[in-house]
Each structure stands twice: as C-alpha cells, then as structure tokens.
C-alpha cells in the first residue's frame, strides 16, 4: 500500500535507500511550500529550513545514493577497459557526472525562481525546461514522462541485479561450505574452490523470490528502518574488508594489460554509468538541507569521495585477482569463513535494500492503477500489483542471470540518459533565450553525444554478450539442471 508521505512521481531515484530511520521517511516527500506569494533568491536557497538536514547529514545520504552494488562490479569493468585506460575513464565519467547533478541544481533553481515553486523534482524541471523552447512546449508533459519511465526501467534494474547477486553469492556459498575453513589462503584464482555442485543459479532466485515478495509488502519505509540500518552497517563493514583483502593480496600487474579490447569497452561504459547513476538523489537532498547554499560544497566533496572509491577498488581489484575477476568481486574471496560471511552479511545487505529500491517503481505505477478499482479491493489490487512487478524482475533476471551483463545493459539502457544525456540538453532547454555562449552549447553537445553513443554501443554489446552466453548455456545446459 502506498504510504501518504512520499512523492507520488516517484522522483528521486536511488533515493528511498537512504530511509534508515523512521524521521528519515519524510526525505521522500517534497519540503512544504514556504507562505506568502512570492520568494527571493535567499528564500528559495533556504527552503530546508532549521527542521533539514545538517551539512553531515547530507553527505553521507549523498554517499549512500551512489555507493552501491555496481562498486562491486567496479574490478570486471576495469578489466574489460585496461589497468591504465579504466581508471582514466572512470575520473573523466566522474567529473562529468559531477557536472551534470550540478547542471541538473542550476537548472532547478533558475526553474523554480521563475515558476515560484520551492521544489521541482527531476521530472518537473524537465517538463518545465521543455515548456521554455517554443517548438517543444506542446510536448512538455512528455519529458516528465520520459524521466519517470527511465526511472522505473532504473530502479527495476537495479532489482534484477540484485536477484542475480543473491543467488550467485549464496550458491557460492553452499556449494563450498562442505571445503571452507577457517584459514584464508591465497591462490590468486576464483577464490572459492567449489566441490560441491548443487543447482543452477537461476532455482536460488527462485528460492528468494516469496521471501522477496513478502518483503515488499510492507506498507511504509519506516517499517523497514531497523533492518535498513543494520544492513548498511554489515554492508559497510563487508565493504571495507573487501577493500582491505584486495589491497593487501595485489599480485604483479605487469601483465595485465594496460588497454582492453575495443569491443569490451561498451561494457565498461555500462557498469560505470551503471554505478554513477546518483544523479535522482540530488533535488530531494538539496532541497531539505537546512542551508541548500552550500550543498554545492557537499556535491564536489561526496563525489569526490564515491570517485576516489570507484577508481581505487575498481582498480586495486582488478590487480589483487587480475584475468580471475568475477563480475562481483565477492565471488572471487577466499573459501574461509570470514569471507563466506561477508559474502552472506552483504547479500542480507541487498535483500534489504531490494525493498527500498523497489520502492520508487512501485509508487509510480501502482497508484494510478489502484485508484481505477473500487476502495473494497484497493488492498488486494495493491498486492497483486507489487507481486507481478517482483514476479516479472526475477523472471528477467532468470533470463539474464549474468550480473556484468545486466548491470551494463541497465546502465547503458537507462542511465546514460538520467545522468549524461538529459542535464546537459536541459541546461541548453532553460537558457537558451538568456545568451548561452557557443562554447557552452558546444561542451553540453558533446556531453550528451558522448553519453547516446555509449547508450547505443552499451546496448548494442550487451545484448550480444546475452545472446552469446545463452546460447554456449543451451549448449551446455539443456535445461535447469545440476551445474
């Protein structure tokens, strides 16, 4: 059932996994609209209020928004561009990226002052952007729409991802519980030596799929806060031994190679975009800090901060295991049962988050379907609704069950536009009548083409890779069987 403090848009994508307390619910609505008829410059930079959050408050939600399961990927990425060109791209796409969320501010303020509105949510200011070019106006309410159907893809996305990794982790897992041990040696292959071999990967998301819809269920976001809390505490600290065991086991990256293959380069360009895509947290954090004037301190420092561990883990990863590494760095950890359990600790981190991520879709799709029917069934209607949508992510991810190809095509697909296409093509939108400079225009087109070309290759090349994959399976595998 839709809770009534949330934003019926649905905008703020990665948002609602930053709900970890119930007081932090409220960050899912827009901040009231200030009394009087009009505002200052001053007023609408203050909209947060004493009641919003602190400058450390907001950094770590900012945090939170954009470190999540595509850091894990981050090493195979690396790979897939070289030791020396991966971590080149990933600054670049990071200074970029940073541009665009600060593109994205700009465009809402001067949107907002114009419109006198206190919030504009990602769909709103493309919706009014659009409404600023003569010729686009008549198809204004279709931005909106766009942005919100990008969204939905994103997030959903981001929940067949998240079904793929639970069940490659725990499978793991099992298959090598008879062999773990309590020493953690290195052989710097896939880690953990499986011996036991049980089901193919596709029944364990099976296995988590009641669990999953029994999850989402659950009415409101505070329900989830204690859980959420916890899961990112054992998310954090799986995190930080991962990065601890990576940097101290790098083996002579002398002959990896520095530049990858060109035909694997779209699918570096995936999995990054992939684990960039923060840009939906920028509005509703910006909005209720208690002084928005310097969330641009908060913007360069955090990203600055989710660059360095993207580069550095994506990088460090890469040389620990080299040619070995897997599409989740957790599968390539030692068979011991410290690293079995952070494997554990942090899949129990992602079914938790399943339900927040879930979250954004669900309120954008269910609602207006749900207000069709009778207030007798709107409950059952509700439910029925949230188990197809879950049902219809784990039958995706049954057909797709390879996480660097679903990661990539998802970023590729519907990230590239939320976070590289569509800010630099808005800024031009809002200020195109008020003298943008040909150097201004010229940086935001080559933004924007930069970013369809990689939604095009991206595409293009991981939907080849499925197809490949699935076919060598056929091959191999003629149905669901032992492995």
Not at 50 to 75: D, V
Not at 461 to 471: D, F, K, T, V
Request: with cysteine; charged share 10%; net charge neutral.
């Amino acid at each position: 059932m839709a809770s009534p403090t949330t934003d019926p848009q649905g905008e703020g994508s990665r948002f609602p996994i930053l709900a970890h307390s119930p007081s932090e619910d409220n960050l899912l609505q827009p901040p009231p609209v200030p009394p009087g008829p009009s505002r200052s410059r001053s007023q609408y930079e203050r909209i947060g209020g004493p009641t919003g959050t602190s400058f450390l408050q907001t950094l770590i939600h900012l945090l939170k928004g954009n470190i999540g399961t595509g850091l894990l990927g981050l090493p195979l990425a690396v790979k897939n561009a070289g030791l020396v060109l991966g971590p080149v791209s990933l600054l670049g796409m990071g200074i970029v990226a940073i541009h665009c969320m600060r593109l994205l501010v700009k465009c809402s303020h001067h949107l907002g002052e114009r419109l006198n509105k206190p919030f504009l949510s990602y769909g709103e200011v493309v919706q009014y952007g659009m409404d600023n070019v003569s010729w686009l106006r008549r198809h204004s309410r279709w931005g909106k729409q766009i942005v919100n159907m990008f969204l939905i893809i994103t997030q959903l996305g981001f929940c067949c991802a998240y079904f793929v990794f639970l069940s490659d982790n725990v499978k793991q897992v099992v298959e090598a519980a008879n062999t773990t041990t309590i020493s953690c040696q290195v052989n710097h292959t896939n880690q953990t030596q499986v011996l036991t071999t049980t089901f193919d990967s596709r029944l364990y998301m099976l296995c988590f799929l009641p669990v999953i819809i029994l999850l989402v269920f659950t009415p409101n976001l505070k329900y989830l806060a204690p859980l959420s809390l916890v899961a990112n505490l054992v998310m954090t600290v799986s995190l930080v031994l991962i990065y601890i065991y990576s940097l101290t086991n790098i083996t002579d990256p002398s002959y990896l190679p520095r530049v990858g293959r060109a035909k694997d380069y779209p699918l570096f360009f995936g999995m990054a975009i992939f684990a960039f895509e923060g840009i939906g947290v920028v509005l509703p954090l910006e909005n209720k800090m208690q002084n928005p004037q310097n969330f641009s301190l908060v913007l360069y420092l955090g990203m600055a901060v989710v660059t360095f561990l993207y580069i550095s883990l994506g990088a460090v990863g890469y040389m620990c295991f080299g040619e070995h590494i897997e599409s989740s760095i957790t599968l390539n950890l030692p068979n011991c049962w410290m690293y079995q359990t952070v494997k554990l600790l942090y899949s129990f981190g992602i079914l938790i988050t399943f339900a927040l991520q879930f979250y954004v879709p669900a309120e954008i799709i269910i609602p207006p379907l749900v207000a069709r029917v009778s207030e007798r069934w709107e409950t059952t209607v509700d439910l029925l609704l949230r188990t197809a949508l879950v049902i219809f992510t784990c039958a995706l991810a049954v057909l797709v069950p390879e996480l660097d190809l679903v990661i990539s095509l998802v970023g590729s697909v519907s990230s590239s536009f939320l976070a590289l296409i569509f800010p630099p093509m808005l800024e031009v939108a809002t200020f195109h009548t008020e003298g943008l400079s040909p150097w201004v225009t010229l940086k935001n087109t080559v933004i924007s083409v930069v970013g369809l070309i990689g939604f095009v290759t991206g595409t293009y090349i991981a939907i080849l890779e499925i197809i490949a994959r699935n076919g060598q399976k056929d091959g191999a595998f003629p149905s669901y069987l032992v492995q």
